[in-house]
């Protein structure tokens, strides 16, 4: 079968759940995969770093141990199995979504897709190619990482994201270029697991995405922990001799120098929009990007782009979230278009980073009246009693209307947590409504509460 009603490139997040929301409203399906199914996301980003970070986590722990009583003495490491065990589940999630495309009747292609006309693909397989129709194409072809000049990837000395996630050994000095989720949560995994962690950043703060207070606190606990932090610092050069090399930097008028192991270059991403056809049927891009409208719709009739090719935020439930809404629109049912102020983001260091909405600066920059409420971790009982107080919660709220504007949380497993400030702006529910909201004791999350209750004069524990 080659017609089809819908046809998916790409089995990212976004691309796959796309698919499997057509199959389900009764659309004949299709997906075309050039590589491993997941795609960067879970092959090579959010799921296998997270099993790495879970290493770094274990370790820590262990470097905390004496604290809680125990006595372990001499702990071996074997880093070879922390990236298998990262591997592993890749590739377990991987055969899943092969299971789940079986599951819901999708056809796969496993081939390199390109449009050729409107609602026309050419994939090529590995030993033939086939023309595809559709009447909707969806594309989801993802991003790469962005380039530095000069500072081209090696697989040696300068790593990519796949490199620094499979090392064969841990490199003694290691900087870092680039601070933002993931400069931080590769600058936080590799400083837990023994190496020295230089990180540098153009701009005037870490994690620049995030708000200002957050920036700062996460810097102050990489200071603790001894990872060298560089801001308004840029790369010059690099001078590689033998098995180091020698990075020129320039931090204002200052010129640094600094050897080291290995570089991660970690300076945000790239839309994957060549040789998939767009100038064969003037799809407009941007910056690299394919551009959309508020239902992932591009200017060519029944061409749709979903996910990291579409533009920011560059985030995974973004894309499958956006593939869900682009194929209902399709459906005819009736949906409101996504709010990007309403993606979570969050950033997997120690201490993690989670947000939603917007921070305090963006809301005053927008004219908006606003009340501000902040917990400190170090008041909250079971912070202080898993060992684990550093860090606060902050919210932001219009001061007239008691609309949750944002939240904004530095701690232990706030990742877990935002996703409650997420369904309180879904719900539209207001400060009051928050404040009398009944949080269970002991919880980390209680400070949520307390965040909301100093943002109307009326914290109890600060």
């Not at 071996?76 to 599951?103: C, N, P, T, W």
């Not at 870092?176 to 590799?190: P, Q, R």
């Not at 305090?360 to 107080?389: C, H, P, R, T, Y």
Request: proline letters at 3%; one cysteine or more; aromatic letters at 4%.
């Amino acid at each position: 079968m080659t017609n089809f009603d819908l046809i998916v490139v790409g089995s990212g997040p976004g691309g796959y759940v796309a698919a499997i929301r057509a199959a389900q409203l009764g659309f004949s399906t299709a997906l075309v995969e050039k590589a491993d199914m997941g795609g960067v996301c879970l092959n090579w980003g959010c799921i296998p770093t997270k099993a790495l970070l879970r290493g770094a986590e274990v370790a820590h722990t262990l470097s905390e141990a004496s604290h809680f009583g125990f006595n372990l003495g001499n702990v071996e490491f074997d880093l070879s199995k922390l990236v298998g065990h990262s591997r592993s589940v890749a590739g377990k999630l991987s055969q899943g979504i092969d299971y789940l495309m079986k599951k819901n009747i999708i056809t796969v292609f496993r081939g390199t897709a390109s449009v050729v006309d409107k609602g026309v693909l050419q994939v090529e397989l590995s030993s033939n190619s086939v023309t595809l129709t559709a009447p909707h194409i969806i594309l989801a072809t993802g991003a790469r990482a962005r380039a530095l000049p000069g500072l081209e990837v090696d697989g040696q000395t300068v790593w990519g994201v796949r490199e620094a996630m499979t090392p064969k050994m841990l490199p003694k000095r290691l900087l870092i270029i680039g601070a933002g989720a993931i400069g931080v949560e590769f600058a936080s995994l590799y400083n837990d697991l023994g190496s020295e962690v230089t990180l540098v950043e153009a701009v005037d703060r870490i994690v620049p995405a995030e708000d200002a207070e957050v920036s700062a606190h996460l810097q102050v606990q990489f200071a603790k922990r001894k990872i060298s932090v560089l801001t308004n610092t840029t790369l010059q050069s690099i001078d590689r001799t033998g098995t180091e090399a020698i990075a020129t930097l320039q931090q204002g008028e200052e010129t640094l120098t600094l050897a080291v192991d290995n570089i991660i270059v970690a300076v945000g991403i790239t839309g994957n929009i060549e040789n998939i056809g767009l100038e064969n049927v003037g799809a407009q891009t941007e910056r690299g990007f394919i551009t959309t409208d508020a239902f992932s719709r591009t200017n060519v009739v029944g061409l749709y782009a979903i996910g990291d090719v579409a533009g920011p935020p560059w985030l995974a439930h973004k894309a499958s979230h956006e593939g869900i809404l682009c194929v209902e629109k399709i459906a005819g049912i009736d949906v409101q278009p996504l709010k990007a102020e309403r993606i979570p983001g969050c950033t997997y260091c120690r201490p993690q980073i989670a947000s939603v909405g917007l921070s305090e600066q963006k809301a005053k920059q927008q004219g908006l009246a606003v009340s501000v409420g902040k917990f400190n971790l170090s008041a909250n009982g079971k912070a202080l009693a898993i060992g684990d107080s550093d860090g606060f919660i902050k919210t932001v709220f219009d001061k007239n209307t008691g609309e949750l504007l944002g939240a904004h949380m530095i701690g232990p497993e706030v990742t877990e947590q935002i996703q409650g400030f997420g369904i309180a702006q879904q719900l539209e529910a207001t400060a009051h409504e928050l404040a009398h909201t009944v949080f269970a004791h002991p919880s980390v999350s209680e400070a949520m509460h307390e965040s909301v209750l100093s943002s109307l004069g009326i914290a109890l524990h600060q």
